[in-house]
């Protein structure tokens, strides 16, 4: 059980063209998703939280006009880069967890990988 | 406000002997603390958590970790390598409190390699 998946695996995309990314947990529901970043050889980040129904939390130095999240239901959430430039690739990863309780699990999904050219 | 620090970013062990990847932490309250396992091309994978219950935690794939409030330490430990453990290990906080409060904080990764 706790399956996340995201969608696309991978996508390669133009400058100043807007990607988005779907995550989606398949076999619980998600009362909040997380949103990370990974560069080569680097930890994950943690880019913003969101809570069903409701506007997402960013942390500090993230961009929320660039990087738009919309919770809409307990099982998909989705992260829109927008207007992206080649400093926005990276790995996205998100996860879910059922409560967003300190001591929750929290399932990731395989990630994204997102290529600008 | 939480942290993590790997003490080695990588570890190399033969198959069948033991792995021993290390992890301190800083936390303001009560701490989770998590071991998460990815594999290379795979998504993050959850060894095993602490929260607060027994100190020795007993994960997936023989890993095991102890929680040592003195020594703020919960170090990742196996008896027994096996070729398939070779991956990226992260050691994980949450903290039960604060502005941090349900989110995690990674450290930076021990990659281990495992020699036939």
């Known amino acids: 059980g706790a399956v996340v998946s995201q969608h696309p695996s991978w996508v390669i995309c133009k400058s100043g063209t807007s990607v988005k990314i779907e995550c989606r947990s398949l076999d619980f529901q998600a009362t909040t998703m997380f949103w990370y970043r990974q560069f080569p050889k680097q930890s994950l980040m943690l880019m913003a939280t969101s809570n069903e129904g409701s506007k997402a939390t960013y942390e500090q130095g993230v961009e929320k006009d660039k990087f738009l999240i919309n919770h809409a239901s307990l099982t998909l959430s989705t992260l829109t880069v927008t207007s992206a430039h080649p400093e926005d690739s990276s790995f996205y990863i998100c996860?879910?967890?059922?409560?967003?309780?300190?001591?929750?699990?929290?399932?990731f999904g395989p990630g994204t990988r997102l290529t600008v050219l | 406000a939480q942290s993590v620090t790997q003490l080695d970013s990588h570890v190399s062990v033969s198959e069948g002997t033991p792995v021993l990847l290390r992890c301190n932490y800083s936390s303001s309250y009560s701490p989770s603390l998590f071991w998460y396992v990815q594999h290379p091309n795979k998504g993050l994978q959850l060894l095993l958590k602490?929260?607060?219950?027994?100190?020795l935690v007993k994960g997936i794939n023989g890993f095991e970790a102890e929680f040592k409030k003195s020594e703020t330490s919960f170090h990742l430990t196996k008896p027994s390598a096996h070729m398939s453990d070779a991956a990226e290990y992260f050691c994980v906080v949450s903290d039960a409190g604060g502005t941090s409060y349900g989110k995690l904080t990674f450290g930076q990764g021990t990659i281990l390699t495992v020699h036939p």
């Open positions: 996860s879910a967890s059922s409560s967003g309780a300190s001591t929750d699990t929290q399932y």
């Open positions: 602490y929260t607060s219950a027994a100190t």
